[in-house]
């Protein structure tokens, strides 16, 4: 199905020719739309920066075929361009890569090395995935040599989803599942690194005996966060679960009006989460 | 225990306060205390106004980078990464490291100056500090970790007893401070970008950042965190007067001269008492060793940040590894460098010293650039007023970078 594998920063750069071979610009990015669709993800734009004229971006829909990196422009195409992006619509260059990749808990794991592009039989590229591993890096900076195969680590497309509106940061997925596998102490290393909003979303899912002993498992600040942040309803329910001394001795840390020293800070959220846009796009 | 609206507020306070002070309080290292001792020693009270524009320039960067580390939720470093690419990114963390491993060598040479003012040898003191913070880091948490080094930069008060302890003239040193005079020499033009120099260190900006990244501090706290860069920086000002003035008030009253803060600690026994000197020779161990800890803590954060892994003290071992691991080699060169008979060790000093001047300079204008950037900055982004400010900030670093290049090309 897939024609051949290329790499982001390598297409970045290229120049971008006319029909007839004259030179239009250079390519400095690609974009692609964050719709919802649980299709394949293609690129869907190029920026195309020409000297003493502004950027422009240009429909793939322009590009007759792509020849050794080098995209080919159908003729006239320029006539048809735009200049703003769709609210939906992500530089690949400017808003994935370098970008800081962090599991499902907010472990950051790595940044974005790469984009992988795959191409098709019909010119579509398509977005298959990052890749994460330093060699990407060693291999950016000149350093090829140094590293074996260049996909080695690649995350695929559809396990990621960007946590803002401009990509500050690619997190991976994780089925529900996995957090509903995790015992006691997991369960309360996980609340323990996440921000509040999320440690409340985790606990509200569980059974309320497994949540209790959660928040006993973790430490007092952590427990007395995430048990606040809760409705008032929720949060009773949870101290219920937990044996006569662990009940007491929460209801009435409860009770006292909230310590502010030795709080605990959120971890890094100050963007709001776009976690619909990439979960699971393939179904 | 029930607290009042009042008493909320300073429990906020205190929650937040820690990256500000930290950052702030160890620009006063033992470059640091040097440079003040000599602008004391050579220049008496007159050139007392540069620190109170070392203060500003503290200020105004300590707080953007405080405000891009919480906005972000990243450290410079992956930031420069993110928006400049690789290459730009990797150029400056490479620089970064051999400065703050070369910085870090000074910290060390501080502690064993600072021990042997007390007969105690370097032999002993510096693999004895570098275990200390290795350990303190490695072993605490994230808030037992800030207390410590907070209790340490208590030591700084030191400094402030050392000044009082000196008997200065307060009018002298007060019209030193707030009318700016300048001796049109070269060693004067030295001195005065010394000073600057000190004071904002590429190595403190990124641990700022890195430090208010991992102390998880929020949008909604960035009010208080201003209060806490305000604090850590007049601090670091005001420490810096009263070695001045300590110095000014003896030293340059009867025309000693010196080279380093151990020099001071010695030549001011016969002058201003016992209790002065050994004062000011506890707050040199203590200024070294709260630098020895940052600096190596800023390095890693950096690393960490360039790559992508975790970089955080709550964290084990096993979960971020290449942190730790960069901790631990930065302090073990360090240490090792120090204490390495027939190391040019001065060679190393003045290099480092020239290279964290020369990388300052990007690293502004890089931080104004990230500043501006609304799709990473958002409603935080800095308009054209903050862009005057901090473009008149690195204006001024940029001119006394360039005097200090030239003095040092062409005496």
Redesign the interface.
Known sequence: MLAGVLLLSRVIGAQVVSGDGAAVGRLTDLTVRLDGDSGPRLVARLLVVRSGAPAVLLSWDAVHNVHCGRPVLVAGVLGSRGDQLHDDEILLG??VL????VDVAG?????V?DVVLARRPDTRLEVVGVE?G?GG?LR??GLGRLVGRPTEDVVAWSDLHLTSE?G??VQLSAPRAAVHRLDARGLAALVSRVDTESATEILAVEEPGLAAQAVTSASPEVGERVLRAMPAALAARIVAAMSREHAGRWRARLA??P?????????????PHRRHLFRNPRG | ???GRGG?RW??L??VLGPGLLAGLSDDDPAGITTYSVLGADHGYQLLWVLLLSTIALVVFHGLAARMG?????GLI?LV??RY???V??AVLAALVVANIGTTCAEFAGIAAGFELFGISRYLSVPFAAAAVSLLVLRGSF?RVERLLLLVSTVFLAYIVSGFLARPDWGAALHGTVVPTMPMTGEAVAIVTATLGTTLAPWGLSFMQSYA?D?????E?LPLERVDVITGAVLTGVIGFFVVVACAATLHRDGLRVTDAADAAVALQPLAGEAAAVLFGIGLIGASFLAASILPLSTAYSV?E??????ALDDPYA?ARTFYTTYGVVTLVGAVVVLTPDVPLVTILVGTQVLNAVLLVPLLIAMVGLARDR??M?SFATGRAGTLVYGLTTGAVVVCVATLGLTVLFG
């Open positions: 400017r808003d370098d970008t800081q990749v472990q950051r794991l790595a940044r090395a994460v330093f890096v950016r900076l401009r500050h940061a006292r009006r310590r502010l020293w030795g709080r605990r800070f959120l971890r890094s959220r100050v963007w | 225990m029930r607290l909320a429990a906020a205190l929650a919480v906005v972000t939720g990243q992956g990464r993110q690419g690789v290459r990114g990797g808030h990244v102390k998880k501090l929020r949008t706290d960490c360039y790559a992508g892994v975790e970089a979960e799709d990473l958002g």
